[in-house]
């Protein structure tokens, strides 16, 4: 366990849905990232943030993704209108200063 | 950007056997190179890193060797257990910063 949590760990929406995830990172890491892995992959980058300010997003990340951290601690991840294509695992990763990514358990969405 | 290949994408070995696994990546400025070890359901697990300043790094039964001039790294584990059996996953990045990961080797221990 590397102390960062996510919920819900599993989703279930039809398309058209909008669902919401979010990250609870290590305290006082200052990064936070966002992947996103489908069945066989490796984790894809999809966005990150260093305190509140999101500093990089994918071109992965379409318009209807958004993602935020208020106040630099916990993150959200929203979806608009989940497409079928929508469907992978999402993952969070906690970064504290000058170290390496430490990954939560991530949320399993499947859209039906 | 950076282009992470893994071999083999399926690796089967008898219980104490080692296994090997091999990655090359494309972008020179990248200079840090974990592996994560992800269990069915469960989110990546770090195993071991390395820097670009190293040549190989060891930590117990896992080694991981650098080849920056030919730009390739390889995760080593001996006297392998059925507990190692699970996707391992290679990245690079510069500072770490994003990740750039590799498509996975399911390693498969028999006991």
């Known amino acids: 366990d590397t102390g960062v949590s996510q919920d819900p760990r599993h989703k279930i929406t039809k398309r058209g849905q909008n669902v919401t995830f979010r990250c609870d990172p290590i305290s006082e890491h200052n990064r936070l990232y966002w992947y996103r892995q489908t069945l066989g992959q490796g984790p894809e980058f999809l966005t990150y943030f260093q305190n509140e300010a999101q500093l990089e997003k994918s071109r992965l990340l379409s318009d209807r993704f958004s993602a935020e951290r208020p106040k630099g601690s916990f993150s959200t991840l929203e979806i608009q209108r989940t497409e079928q294509g929508d469907s992978a695992m999402y993952l969070c990763?906690?970064?504290?200063?000058?170290?390496?990514?430490?990954f939560g358990p991530g949320t399993r969405l499947t859209v039906l | 950007g950076e282009n992470v290949e893994q071999h083999p994408s399926t690796l089967s070995v008898q219980e104490g056997d080692s296994a090997v696994i091999k990655c090359t990546y494309s972008d020179s400025a990248s200079n840090y190179f974990p592996w994560y070890k992800q269990e069915l359901g469960k989110g990546p697990q770090l195993i071991i890193d390395?820097?670009?300043?190293?040549g190989e790094k060891k930590d117990q039964r896992i080694a991981v060797t650098l080849n920056k001039t030919a730009k390739h790294f390889s995760l080593h584990i001996t006297e392998t257990q059925p507990e190692d059996s699970a996707v391992y996953f290679c990245?690079?990045?510069?500072?770490?910063?994003?990740?750039?990961f590799g498509s996975g080797t399911k390693l498969n221990v028999k006991p």
């Open positions: 990245a690079a990045g510069y500072n770490f910063n994003k990740f750039y």
């Open positions: 390395i820097r670009s300043n190293v």
């Open positions: 990763a906690s970064v504290p200063p000058l170290s390496t990514q430490y």
